[in-house]
């Protein structure tokens, strides 16, 4: 069945892994484009599993979800820079709310 939760997860593994390609595309970052193929993965894994009624997925795409918020104020607070990292933790957060309702 499909839940808020399950449709944001799957929203921000996607945009997790389209930004990793555009930070890529845009500054040559292999950093960006790992990390975030990793964790847009990740939380495309997870929602599969949210799928299929596996439980212990939703706590594990709330850490990995809580640690990009944080990696992206870190890197605002850095940077200065509103994109990506202001898109990132807006939809984060959204995200969050949507899982844990």
Request: charged residues 5%; contains cysteine.
């Given at each position: 069945?499909?839940?808020?939760?399950?449709?944001?997860?799957?929203?921000?593994?996607?945009?997790?892994?389209?930004?990793?390609v555009?930070?890529?595309?845009?500054?040559?970052?292999?950093?960006?484009?790992?990390?975030?193929?990793?964790?847009?993965?990740?939380?495309?894994?997870?929602?599969?599993?949210?799928?299929?009624?596996?439980?212990?997925?939703?706590?594990?795409?709330?850490?990995?979800?809580?640690?990009?918020?944080?990696?992206?104020?870190?890197?605002?607070?850095?940077?200065?820079?509103?994109?990506?990292?202001v898109?990132?933790?807006?939809?984060?957060?959204?995200?969050?709310?949507l899982?844990?309702?």
């Amino acid at each position: 069945m499909l839940t808020p939760g399950l449709i944001a997860t799957v929203c921000y593994g996607l945009l997790s892994i389209g930004g990793g390609v555009m930070g890529y595309l845009k500054s040559q970052s292999k950093v960006s484009l790992i990390s975030g193929g990793v964790s847009g993965l990740l939380l495309l894994i997870l929602a599969a599993m949210m799928n299929s009624g596996i439980q212990i997925a939703y706590p594990i795409a709330v850490i990995i979800i809580s640690l990009l918020i944080i990696v992206f104020i870190i890197r605002w607070l850095k940077t200065k820079k509103l994109i990506p990292a202001v898109p990132m933790i807006f939809f984060g957060v959204v995200s969050l709310v949507l899982i844990l309702n």
